[in-house]
């Protein structure tokens, strides 16, 4: 199996290191037609088979060959501008079976630092689609990689890996769900407006909420993210007249003093007639004051108190990650089998097409002798012990070799070649 991945992940490597080594989306197309033409030049007889996949947690790339190691390092060292001294020993390189592995549990997400996530598999496709617009999948390359994304459907499909959100997202959504059997009765508060809220406020809908409102400090922002969920917005100013409102309350902001004071809180407290209010600060620093927890019927959790859901989901995916392991197995052996009958046809080709131009040869010399005036059946004598000793001759003098080197492997495949008898000369040396 020609494949080969080499690279460095977030197991490996500093983000620090991870960050020098990093290859731009934008720019993957460019520095694929590169390391794929250095690879054709190193190669000589072949053209160069290349991927790139490069994310915040892993820059890693697979080429169609065993022996292109050197090459792809000294080309990433020189491309990214970093010593290759510098990241050498953080590299990890795979090959032929085992690198096909390693991939298909990157696709599934089982090579993850949040087992089972499912974006790399979104993110390796991309990769994929970058190097199939540049000509860079091969014969090699390409089966393998189709083959890597059908097992990866597979473990998602055939598992529960990705059925447990371990995100501090989803817990945070989890837990309000213990509070409110029905989030659809619920007046949600989502406080900021990044990458953590957008995923609370997805996994939110999921659950059935929809009266969510958006608040940041900036209304623009807000409204971005609001229009995406048919919610309103507001800024992070209005606050303090509207807190009362919301039944729950998530905040997760980069502000570096908290938004939400204890007195704030307490009068919304006092406007809600102490209805409960559900709060959860997902923030790092803390964007709710700590002390709105001492308020009787105000339930403030913090990033700490999800640890037990998301450690509980962990667990549920590490189980599952057993039975993904069986499914690659599986995989992994189906497609060496495949590439092992892919090579036999190869062989068989080679074969039919030797055999052919030795008869097309002997067939020319009896045409010839047909018309010097021979007569039709010594040409015919002529033709078959030509022939036969043509398909004989290589087959004799290996079989005689093997024979004086006792090699009984060779013997028996001739035997089964050939269709022989079980015993005969042969087995004489």
């Known amino acids: 199996m020609q494949l080969m991945a080499i690279g460095i992940n977030y197991a490996t490597a500093s983000v620090a290191l991870r960050e020098k080594l990093a290859i731009a989306p934008e720019a993957q197309a460019a520095a ?6 250095q690879l054709t030049a190193a190669a000589g007889d072949s053209t160069g088979e290349a991927l790139i996949l490069s994310t915040c947690n892993r820059t890693e790339i697979v080429v169609g060959g065993l022996q292109a190691e050197s090459v792809v390092l000294e080309w990433l060292a020189s491309y990214c501008g ?32 949040v087992l089972g996530e499912p974006q790399i598999f979104g993110q390796m496709k991309s990769a994929f689609a970058v190097s199939r617009g540049v000509n860079a999948l091969g014969a090699e390359l390409g089966p393998a990689l189709e083959h890597v994304f059908a097992v990866a459907k597979k473990v998602r499909s055939g598992t529960a890996i990705g059925e447990n959100p371990v995100s501090v997202a989803y ?32 996994h939110m809908r999921d659950a059935g909420a929809d009266q969510i409102t958006v608040a940041n400090r900036t209304l623009e922002k807000a409204h971005i993210l609001a229009s995406a969920l048919g919610s309103r917005a507001m800024l992070l100013a209005e606050l303090p007249e509207n807190l009362s409102d919301f039944d729950i309350v998530i905040t997760s902001t980069a502000s570096q003093l908290p938004i939400i004071g204890k007195g704030m809180v307490e009068q919304a407290m006092k406007a809600r007639k102490h209805k409960p209010m559900f709060m959860v600060d997902i923030a790092v620093p803390r964007d709710i004051e700590p002390q709105v927890a001492e308020l009787p019927d105000a339930y403030l959790y913090s990033v ?12 549920l995916r590490q189980e599952e990650a057993g039975k993904a392991q069986e499914i690659i197995a599986g995989g992994v052996e189906q497609y060496q089998s495949w590439v092992r009958s892919r090579d036999a046809s190869d062989l068989v080709v080679a074969y039919r097409d030797a055999t052919q131009i030795m008869c097309d040869e002997q067939l020319h010399k009896a045409r010839q002798l047909l018309a010097s005036g021979e007569s039709p059946e010594a040409v015919l004598e002529s033709f078959a012990r030509s022939l036969a000793r043509k398909m004989m001759h290589t087959p004799t003098v290996e079989m005689r070799n093997a024979a004086a080197a006792a090699d009984k492997n060779l013997l028996d495949a001739a035997r089964i070649l050939f269709d022989l008898p079980e015993s005969g000369p042969m087995d004489e040396p």
């Open 32 to 37: 694929v037609v590169e390391l794929a033409a």
């Open 82 to 113: 970093v010593a290759r001294a510098e990241f050498i020993e953080h590299v990890y390189t795979h090959r032929g079976r085992d690198a096909l592995n390693h991939l298909i549990r990157v696709a599934s997400g089982l090579d993850s630092m």
């Open 171 to 202: 817990a945070a959504v989890a837990m309000a769900q213990r509070l409110f059997s029905e989030l659809a009765q619920a007046r949600v508060l989502l406080v900021g407006a990044g990458a953590t809220i957008e995923l609370v406020a997805k």
């Open 304 to 315: 700490d108190d999800l640890k037990g859901i998301i450690d509980q989901n962990v667990k």
